[in-house]
């Protein structure tokens, strides 16, 4: 019997408007009703998590929040937080050289803003963009999970462009790099053998790259949170379409992967349900051993 759902947010729970289909917000709180329990499992922090929380109700029937890709966990009922771990100066340093070697976009994200580096270079190119797609002239040219450029300010109030090292913070949740799909393509093993397995290293998109530090992970802390309350692997169903939702996938009895979800993140999977824009959570649920049985 399934006691948790663990979802994955961008490209899983929500669609590409960054909104929660009603027919999947219904069915989940239909599951809360239940008495099974909903954890949202991403890597944006409890500010830019804590709205879907509430429509979802996770805040009535005692969610879970695993946020920055599990650096910490956010209880939606009590509000207590658990931060386990943090980037300093120097790791923050190290990624800083590999952004200025391959000309990569840098962000540093903290609890309520972030610091942004890139490139003359890449600026004049997210201007032209910004210009192209009639974007006002305020819109933040700060890279998105997505995008070229996206608006954060919403759970990230605070942003700083960041021109030298010594203008990031002492300390941060997390690194992302981020470039067009191709140029990550290019450089994603050589930025793996560079930090030397020093750290926690996703492509969570084909545009963006996370890294965090050893030992954080959605699934370790998954698994923590399932040790502490008592909860068995073949009671957790979990969603995901990127790279860092494999070692949720890896503690989970069920694992579903989104039609839209990375190539790995499919064959890692028990199952493949529709894609985001198409209710595949809401689906998946409704005919779960339908899609498992499709990959036995």
């Not at 490209?11 to 917000?25: A, F, K, M, P, V």
């Not at 954890?39 to 029937?61: C, E, H, P």
């Not at 903290?110 to 201007?127: C, E, M, V």
Request: glycine share 6%; hydrophobic share 40%; proline share 2%.
């Amino acid at each position: 019997m399934i006691k948790w759902i663990v979802m994955d947010m961008d490209g899983t729970l929500l669609n590409d408007e960054n909104r929660i289909d009603e027919q999947t917000r219904q069915i989940l709180i239909k599951q809360e009703e239940k008495g099974v329990r909903l954890l949202l499992a991403s890597g944006r922090n409890y500010r830019k998590l804590m709205d879907y929380a509430i429509q979802l109700k996770m805040d009535v029937y005692h969610g879970m929040l695993i946020e920055a890709n599990g650096l910490a966990i956010y209880d939606c009922m009590t509000h207590a937080r658990q931060k386990k771990a943090e980037l300093n100066k120097q790791d923050i340093e190290r990624v800083f050289k590999l952004a200025q070697t391959y000309d990569l976009e840098l962000i540093a994200s903290l609890d309520d803003g972030l610091y942004d580096y890139f490139s003359d270079n890449i600026r004049q190119s997210k201007i032209a963009y910004r210009n192209e797609n009639n974007f006002p002239e305020d819109f933040p040219l700060t890279g998105g999970h997505r995008d070229w450029i996206s608006d954060n300010r919403g759970g990230y109030p605070n942003q700083f462009f960041a021109e030298r090292l010594e203008a990031f913070p002492d300390a941060c949740n997390k690194l992302c790099l981020t470039h067009f799909p191709t140029r990550i393509s290019e450089v994603f093993e050589a930025l793996k053998k560079a930090l030397n397995d020093e750290y926690e290293i996703v492509r969570t998109s084909p545009r963006w790259v996370e890294i965090s530090p050893k030992g954080i992970s959605k699934g370790n802390a998954l698994t923590a949170l399932m040790s502490v309350n008592h909860i068995k692997k073949d009671e957790v169903l979990v969603f995901g379409d990127g790279e860092n939702d494999c070692s949720m996938f890896a503690s989970a009895g069920t694992a579903i992967a989104m039609g839209n979800a990375m190539d790995i993140v499919k064959q890692a999977a028990n199952g493949v349900t529709l894609d985001n824009n198409h209710n595949g959570i809401a689906y998946a649920i409704e005919n779960l051993e339908q899609i498992t049985s499709k990959h036995e």
